[in-house]
């Protein structure tokens, strides 16, 4: 692949899967193929479904992460990507714009292995303290077919975005 042409955004791959691949597709472990075979892959089908070279490249975002081992982020950058006027971190701003693409605007999940936040005895049951670490970090919840990336694939959020979004994440419980 070029490397001249904008990287892929997995955020937006989720979606563009979830619209057009996983119409034909089964979700399966994303690891049982290479990143090389997924390259492969997606431009031969991405004629078939009429996507664009950038929505290619979101797709393989995507589907590729799951082959990346998780690094640990850092808590603390400087910038807050969304926030109010009042220059406190925007949580609902900030899922709708990185992780509605996967959890959905109910938080039921719109992806096979997508956690459902409205269980009462889903992953919101568990300590803030381990969900920001998954969050911050990444997790693959046992059993799922999909990792969810670090930062959920915005490497701009702060500590004080995530701590937003989990509040709101809260409200759906």
Same mark, same amino acid.
């Given at each position: 692949?070029?490397? #001249?042409? =904008? =990287?892929?955004?997995?955020? $937006?791959?989720a979606k563009v899967w979830s619209q057009n691949c996983g119409r034909c597709h089964n979700i399966r472990d994303a690891r049982e193929l290479t990143d090389s075979q997924?390259?492969?892959?997606?431009?031969h089908m991405r004629i078939r479904?009429?996507?664009?070279?950038?929505?290619? !490249? /979101?797709?393989l975002a995507f589907l590729t992460s799951s082959n990346k081992? #998780? !690094?640990?982020?850092?808590?603390? %950058?400087? @910038?807050?990507?969304?926030?109010?006027?009042?220059?406190?971190? /925007?949580? @609902? %701003?900030?899922?709708?714009? $990185?992780?509605?693409?996967? #959890?959905?605007?109910?938080?039921?999940? $719109?992806?096979?292995?997508?956690? /459902?936040f409205t269980d009462p005895k889903g992953p919101l049951a568990q300590s803030d303290d381990v969900l920001i !670490? #998954?969050? $911050?970090?990444?997790?693959?919840?046992?059993?799922?077919p999909m990792a969810m990336p670090a930062k959920g694939g915005n490497t701009d959020l702060t500590a004080a975005d995530i701590k937003a979004v989990l509040a709101y994440l809260h409200k759906f419980t």
């Open positions: 692949m070029a490397d #001249h042409y =904008p =990287p892929g955004n997995y955020a $937006t791959g997924w390259y492969t892959t997606v431009f479904a009429g996507l664009t070279g950038q929505e290619s !490249r /979101d797709v081992p #998780h !690094r640990k982020s850092i808590i603390g %950058a400087v @910038k807050v990507s969304s926030s109010s006027a009042a220059g406190k971190a /925007d949580g @609902k %701003a900030i899922f709708n714009q $990185t992780c509605i693409a996967c #959890h959905g605007g109910d938080g039921k999940g $719109t992806l096979p292995g997508a956690p /459902d !670490r #998954h969050i $911050t970090d990444g997790f693959q919840s046992p059993g799922s």
